[in-house]
């Protein structure tokens, strides 16, 4: 059926050492239907507090408290994302109703209106969406992509979803300022964003056509014994040690600004800081993790991260303890997201590639998750000078034992 | 079928994207266009008048309602608003994400001061000489758990000073000094001598009314389950809202400060605001109604009766300065 896909698949090392300039097409449409979808997303996460507390006129409190909830339960469909996806053979089919539930629910929230069980439903399906496709859309980059520009592949990909991210509070800004603070058109364009992400993906992506062989069936067994393999075994393990020491970004700005005596304005501008460095080091870093090794890229941007929690200590302030903190964030997630993926890829076989990365996935969110549930808990009873050290000392642990867990043979 | 879709992918593709693009302008133009007349709807006769946000326009002009119902759009743009004796305290966006309190005393900007988070509640205190807001603070996304938490700033036009949040002030709780850092203040309302004042503390899975001094920088607890507290021009009462309905849901109540007798306002189930007072009996405040827009009723101080209309697609509900 699609014959142009097979030919991508095979632009490999054998070439003759010519290595194409440019990521696979298929990369860069996948890295288009992200950006699209995340300016819708972002919009709508943007429009939120206002649209909760102005439209609605509800407490924004309960929302968080759902949103973390829903946010927990959903990391376990990736794991159904990705088994589906390898055993039907159609990523991109599985990616398609995942996109399709997050665009669809666009339109829920003007029918819904103040309900906060309404509203946690549709952010429950939003976030289901997000769980389902998640595996099939980083399994289909991985395929069609050449095992050593693995890495570079993800970067692409994470740059053009993280400029999405950018561009989509701006248009509500714009939209709110310029044209009109009614919630319905904003949902709606927000809607035609996701619709026209759906669009590319349908018309535009090749599902890459992978040999059916009768001896690797696509099995819950099978993908269970995935564990089995020492590389990945340790990898899912390892991210999510890291994952437990990892606490959430808006924890971290609170800290950083309360720290640095920088004025509160500051907290809306720092995760566009962190978000500008990651899309701007995210190919390049990829790239690097393609020479240097993916893991060991993987491991030091957690120490990146264990550097921004010490800088939380305060040994300088001011905006330059904001400017150099805010940067090694964004570093943290440029040498993390998609090179942890990248370090999966080539530790699963192909017909149980999304399977194989859903598993790295749904342990590293559900890690974090834990962690900031934990988090949350630990502040109801210390200072947060307090908090920042045991989150030191569990980053110190977790990167110790990850380094004497995962030994350089599983680090390309 | 499927050869045909395989070789015409690109041009179905991009006529789907284009009728995307111009269903979603269409529907845009045509919601824009109709909201002009939605400012302009009257409301009801509000005998001392009322200041408010509209919500209809599009625009969050704040506009006024006066006593033969008479609605006049001003040109003020704010999420929300206070007035009170020619001070007026805006909340609006500045840039996008970040928030700002504009101060007018007289109709002129006087002072102007960055949030660090979405705005929920504004006060003037009755002399217009102390402004109040409270936000909430979400970090970088609605979806980082337990990312969120109340940051409530004062501040004094008499001495320019500005306390960028409670939790700098000393902390009482049911008579034992508290040290925790995981505490929400919200909603302040102040007293007549512009330095006692009521606000809420949430701490935990409970919420206090809370007492504090400005000058003393200190707060001691009054009682628990009562929030956004709004004191009554003669300084003897206190509205606030308070679970107590069938789902958990908060009811408008107003207590006696010297009797301690608690009186539940009918029709209120569902609020979620911090009511104002227009005049002596008569408080105002937003609700929703079952999937619409907030509306603003008025309802009588002492429990007597239900609420009245005043006005549909409207919050933030004030007296007239």
Redesign the interface.
Known sequence: ??VASTRQTKVSPSDGGVRPSRVPTTVVLLGTVSLLTDISSEMV??F???YV?????????Q??LL???Y??ATAVLRLVGGHVSDRVHRHKAVAVVGYGMSAVTKLAFPAI??SSVGLGGVLAVD?AGKGLRTAPRDALISLVTPKERLGEAFGVHRTMDTVGALLG??A??AL??W????P??IF??S??FA??GV??L???VRQPKLERVPGKVVTLRATAELLRNKGMRRTTIAAGLLGLATI????V??VL?RVSGV???W?????VG?ALTFLLAATPLGKLADRAGRWRMFFAGHVLLLAVYLLLLGPISGVPLVLVTVALHGLFYAATDGVLMAHGATLVPEHLRASGLSIVQTGQALAR?AS??C??LF??????STAVLISISTMTIALVGVFLLIRPEVSR | MKDWFVRNRIVVGVTAMVVVIALGVVYVVATVRDQQAAATQPGAAVASGLTFVDNGGGQNLVSTLDASGKRTPGSLKCLRVYTAAGTTVCLRMGLPGAYEAAVYVDGKEVRTVPLPGTPSRARVSASGKIVSWTVFVTGDSYLAPGGFSTRTGVLDLRSGELVESLEAFSMTIEGVPDKRVNENYWGVTVASDDNTFYATLGSSNTTWLIKGDLKARSMVTVRQSAECPSLSPDQTRVAYKKRGGRLGTWQLFVLDLASGKETQLPGSDGVDDQAAWLNPTTLAYAKVQQGGAPTIYESAADGSGQPRELVAAASSPGPVA
Do not use: K
């Open positions: 059926m699609y996460t943007a939120l507090p206002i507390i102005f439209n609605l006129q509800m407490s924004y409190l929302l968080g949103d973390g909830i946010t927990g209106g103040a976030r509070p701006l509500t800004f709110l300022s044209v009109t603070t009614r319905d058109p709606m364009i809607f035609c619709a026209l669009i590319v349908i018309f535009f959430s970004d808006a924890f700005f609170v600004q004025s509160p304005t907290l809306a501008l720092m995760p962190t998750f900031s549930v988090f949350g502040l109801t009873s210390f200072a947060f």
